[in-house]
């Protein structure tokens, strides 16, 4: 894979100071396989210099054996590292602000007490004012129980928090709502669902984030249910809209309809069952359902999940039995949401003409991109540094402001379908190419045209309480 910014480090180096020195240091750096970015100094006296040097390696590995290496140079020596991942989460990257001015006497009164007490009957009178005299309507809370963070597993509450303060700037500075990262210590869904019931009444929306398959569906459909409110699970369904948006420009690429295609999905757990369910939802021809033990085939109910027998029961007509290599032969398109790594050319060369892969896992895709593209037509995969980036993120801020928006009770499939529409055609056909399938996550057009979409067809389903957008 192509190195990128997520592994940078700026290396403090003490040199001796005579000429030659830094040259020695350089041809050893790139000798090493090192890319490097800038070079300054730090402090010059009459012997020693000291230099930041950044450069760009492969991984925590290749970095420490670059720094081994320096250290076996005489005369130049290695003070610190810096890494620029870590210094980007010093203190965490998520703050709150004030929107009133709190400076004076007056200021206080009007914005606390006493003035605030005349608000909060207001609202005891007419509970529906919460959403004009409070954050509430422009606020969504980022929930996760640490199960299934990234591809990286089950990590706890603590280390999903890096991951929800994400997703909470994120929604901010896309969408402009603001967003709360909430780790919960528990995994067991029932408290899952009490708890994010109790903590409601402060939020407009709840976005459910990295809980593993199976407790998401239970947690997400008992939330749906109970709370008055947009609620959503990105993993599943903010990442379905952006494979079917992709999707839907990839087939248009190779010349293919989106009701012709066989898709193979390769891990059918939160992502994929959603991935699948949008896709049949969406008119996609066959699908072929694969996990670690192989394809799903309806019956064979030993090693499924019962979300699984259902996927099973919708899916391989041709009942098929195998691995994920007996699943690709023919198809026209893969999508991975499993696991990092798991591709090999032999996969991708038993495929149809003009394969299209999608290799989602983050954030390791299932293949090396580089690899990838040497076979097939088209590929995307979850990760900022690669053309074609499909990742949810170009969805839930759209999503959620859309609902927002209208004060949505909830969110239901044809606003997703809607937004998935929505994203597809914010590239104009004649601009679409196989390293152009998708919108880049900063195109400013994406939030708006999924906010309209989602507001329309929420006010279209009757699920939106206001039917006008602010500002109509
Ligand atoms: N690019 C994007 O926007 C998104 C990417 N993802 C990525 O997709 C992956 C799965 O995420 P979730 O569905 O939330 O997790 P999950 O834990 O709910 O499901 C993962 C599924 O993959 C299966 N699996 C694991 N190894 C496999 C293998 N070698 N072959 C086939 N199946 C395998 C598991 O048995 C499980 O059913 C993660 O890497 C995650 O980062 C998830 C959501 C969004
Ligand atoms: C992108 C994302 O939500 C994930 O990989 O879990
Ligand atoms: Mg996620």
Known sequence: ???????????????????????????????????????????????????DITVRVQDEQHGEQLVAAINTLQNIKVLQVSDRVFLTHLGGKLATQSRVPLKTRDDLSLAYT???????????DDPEKVYALTWKGNSVA????????????????????PVMEGKAILFKELANIDAVPICLRSQDPDVIVQTVEQIAPSFGGINLEDIAAPNCFIVEGRLEES??????????????VVVLAALRNAVRIVGKRLADVRVVVNGIGAAGTAIIRTLIEAGVGEITAVDRFGILVEGDHARQTPMQRIIA???????????????????????????????TPDHIRVMSSDPIVFALANPIPEGDPDMLRQYARVVATGRSDQPNQINNVLSFPGIFRGALDVHARRITSAMRLAAAEALA????????NEDYIVPSVFNRQVVPAIAAAVAQAAIAEGVARRTHMPGD
């Open 1 to 51: 894979m192509s190195v990128g910014v997520a592994y940078t480090l700026t290396l403090r180096c003490q040199i001796e100071n005579r000429p030659g020195m830094l040259g020695r240091l350089t041809t050893l750096i790139g000798e090493v396989g090192g890319d490097i970015g800038a070079i300054d100094i730090v402090r010059a006296e009459r012997n020693i210099l000291v230099r």
């Open 114 to 124: 006493p003035g605030v007490a005349r608000v909060c009957r207001a609202i005891a």
């Open 142 to 161: 980022v929930v996760s129980d640490g199960s299934a963070i990234l591809g990286l597993g089950n990590l706890g509450p603590e280390a999903a928090m």
């Open 227 to 240: 709370l008055d409110m947009p609620v959503m699970h990105d993993d599943q369904h903010g990442t379905a």
């Open 313 to 343: 029961s919708q899916t391989n007509r041709e009942r098929r039995r195998g691995d994920l290599a007996v699943a690709l032969r023919g198809a026209d398109v893969f999508i991975g949401v499993s696991k990092g790594n798991i591709l």
């Open 425 to 432: 055609t914010v590239i104009p056909p004649e601009e679409m």
